[in-house]
């Protein structure tokens, strides 16, 4: 338990280390966006239905406890227990949300239209239920699905990268801690280490693109994922989505030479990988890539990772961790980290959604 709760510390921490990564204008303002989203993992907007019965019979007005909250916030001040189960509620993607007993969260599917079955009750004080009642609460715009992993940007199985002594590996045999080859800031050649999978499926068929390049390389990845290119005239390369690349415009191959793109097709292959390494960028099948998919910018992907580097880093130095943490509802503690940080990240992706600027943060294909 006391590891546990370290855990936890650290992981506030690491989320706070966002407010001091960007000081440029331009970082600005994609921070302001971070910091809203930020907010929303906290509060979302809601109101408050009423104070209705409970009763121990089943089925009960809302089917399933979300959490107990009197170890976690501060019971002497209800907004703290109020947004803390609408924070459940909503990544639970439940409308409707009560809490009982002052700190018991409740929510589940059908609440919406079971939360009032037993009719009103007078044991609510401060918007907290009491004993066998419910002060209940609903989001004023219901909450989206979050993103389906595979409709996010990953690798296939058989995609190559290379290791620091040479070897070629395929991402189904990659681990973390690896170091894979990418290139730095200037240029360089160097290996940056592998700290988390945001997608890890080895089985299924998805769709990707193909992309043809001169010399008889080719790269396979989704639509919506980062690669580095250059227009056809262009000399200066960026991040860009897969789907916007055109034949004819270069891709950065090893060493940094740039290659033309011939031919694009799109394929169906096998399993979904998604590597995060420190620098946010790897060689894949010989082709520089972003770590990132579905943001606008590179550099935003990066910073809105920036606590799952610091939290990794963190738990590390403590020796909390190699790697992994803690077994979370009973998933075994090697695949516990991919876990959270796959479920940080389309939950990141999922309230970004809210944001009125969102068209110029993210590109989300429709019904994810």
Not at 147 to 166: D, H, I, R
Request: proline share 6%; aromatic share 12%.
């Amino acid at each position: 338990m006391k590891k546990l709760r370290m855990f936890y510390w650290f992981l506030f921490v690491a989320l706070n280390q966002v407010s001091i990564v960007f000081s440029a204008q331009a970082a600005k303002r994609q921070f302001s966006a971070i910091q809203a989203l930020a907010g929303q993992l906290g509060s979302f907007p809601y109101t408050g239905v009423g104070c209705f019965r409970d009763a121990i019979a089943k089925p009960r007005p809302f089917p399933e406890m979300l959490g107990n909250l009197r170890n976690q916030i501060d019971l002497t001040n209800p907004n703290s227990t109020i947004a803390k189960c609408a924070a459940k509620a909503y990544i639970g993607q439940f409308q409707y949300f009560g809490i009982e007993y002052v700190a018991e969260c409740w929510s589940g599917a059908g609440g919406n239209l079971t939360y009032n079955k037993y009719g009103p009750s007078s044991q609510c004080v401060n918007g907290l239920g009491g004993d066998e009642s419910l002060y209940v609460y609903k989001f004023n715009n219901p909450p989206k699905p979050l993103p389906n992993p595979a409709s996010l940007g990953c690798f296939p199985a058989q995609t190559t990268v290379e290791l620091k002594n040479g070897r070629q590996i395929t991402m189904a045999e990659l681990q973390l801690g690896q170091e894979v080859k990418t290139l730095d800031p200037n240029g360089g050649v160097k290996f940056s280490e592998v700290i988390a999978f945001l997608h890890k499926l080895p089985t299924g068929s998805y769709t990707f693109l193909r992309f043809m390049l001169e010399g008889g390389l080719e790269v396979t990845l989704t639509p919506e994922h980062l690669i580095y290119a250059s227009p056809r005239k262009a000399l200066v390369r960026q991040a860009v989505f897969a789907r916007d690349v055109k034949v004819g415009d270069k891709f950065v191959t090893s060493g940094g030479i740039m290659k033309s793109v011939l031919k694009i097709t799109t394929v169906s292959d096998v399993g979904l990988y998604a590597p995060l390494t420190i620098d946010g960028n790897l060689f894949t099948d010989g082709v520089l890539a972003s770590c990132y998919a579905h943001v606008r910018s590179h550099e935003l992907g990066h910073l809105m990772m920036v606590p799952v580097r610091a939290l990794g880093q963190a738990l590390r130095i403590i020796g909390e961790i190699s790697f992994t943490v803690p077994s979370l509802d009973n998933i075994p503690s090697a695949n516990a980290w991919d876990t959270a940080v796959n479920y940080y990240t389309r939950t990141l992706l999922a309230f970004t959604n809210y944001l009125p600027f969102k068209d110029s943060i993210i590109s989300v294909q429709p019904g994810m």
